[in-house]
């Protein structure tokens, strides 16, 4: 079976409420009925129930762009697993390279997230990318690797089912750099031989990998038509709605 695409929104630290909602009715008609793929919007957690409100009942589900492991208590400043779920939200990101750049997160406390996701039934989106500096001394499919056998230490082949993995160079994130195609067509097979290694053929055939860093209307389709790509995370171009519409129905 096809591996269904999921086109996904990653927000960042943008919009207010206002202009959330205001985005969720412009962007829900320009995707209605649009069945081919999955769609998923990360918006800041402040904005999550007015999101998910104004995405109820559509086909657009809506997650955290980070979670905390832990089940509650003294973590100033950070979201649970509970929290995200009572407010409907169905999905989460799990170390985006600017949580680990900037706020120190390492595979170790990708794993614990990763585990602490689908104890919970959250879908978990887990990113993966190397800097420029590991692509210009070689080192690539080495750091892919190690994430990816980091993240997902004790995790089973049954439990990996929900998984979604994206591969986000880091030196194309915001940058306007896309990876071409053979570049991240490259990359999504080192990391899917990476999870058969880990997990079986089945699992790593079944995983969906996803690909970030500067995908815009005009490179979607040369990107999302390969075979290896089943899907897109989206920064920037995910802001206005007609962007993000034109992305989904490349
Ligand atoms: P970008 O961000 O599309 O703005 O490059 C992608 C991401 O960080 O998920």
Redesign the pocket.
């Known amino acids: 079976m096809p591996r269904k695409a999921l086109i996904a929104a990653?927000w960042?630290m943008f919009k207010t409420p206002a202009e959330a909602k205001a985005f969720v009715a412009a962007f829900l008609p320009l995707v209605a009925g649009h069945t081919r793929d999955e769609i998923a919007l990360f918006p800041s957690p402040v904005l999550l129930p007015a999101v998910i409100e104004a995405a109820k009942g559509s086909n657009v589900a809506i997650g955290a762009q980070n979670i905390h492991f832990a089940e509650e208590g003294a973590f100033t400043g950070e979201t649970s697993l509970n929290q995200l779920q009572a407010v409907g939200g169905t999905h989460t990101l799990i170390g985006?390279?600017?949580r680990r750049q900037y706020f120190a997160e390492t595979d170790e406390i990708v794993n614990k997230k990763l585990h602490a996701a689908l104890k919970h039934g959250i879908v978990p989106v887990v990113c993966v990318g190397e800097v420029l500096a590991d692509r210009e001394a070689g080192k690539t499919a080495d750091v892919l690797k190690t994430q990816i056998a980091g993240a997902f230490v004790g995790i089973t082949a049954e439990a990996a089912k929900p998984i979604v993995i994206?591969y986000?160079p880091v030196w194309?994130?915001?940058?306007g750099k896309t990876a071409t195609p053979e570049i991240a067509v490259d990359a999504h097979k080192i990391i899917r031989a990476e999870v058969a290694k880990l997990l079986g053929a089945e699992t790593a055939a079944n995983v969906r990998i996803l690909y970030?860093?500067?995908?815009k209307p005009d490179n979607a389709k040369t990107l999302l038509g390969q075979e290896e790509i089943d899907g897109a995370?989206?920064?920037?171009?995910?802001l206005k709605p007609d962007s993000f519409a034109a992305i989904v129905k490349y």
Request: overall charge negative.
């Open positions: 990653n960042k985006h390279s600017e994206a986000e194309a994130i915001g940058t970030g860093g500067s995908v995370l989206v920064g920037g171009a995910s």
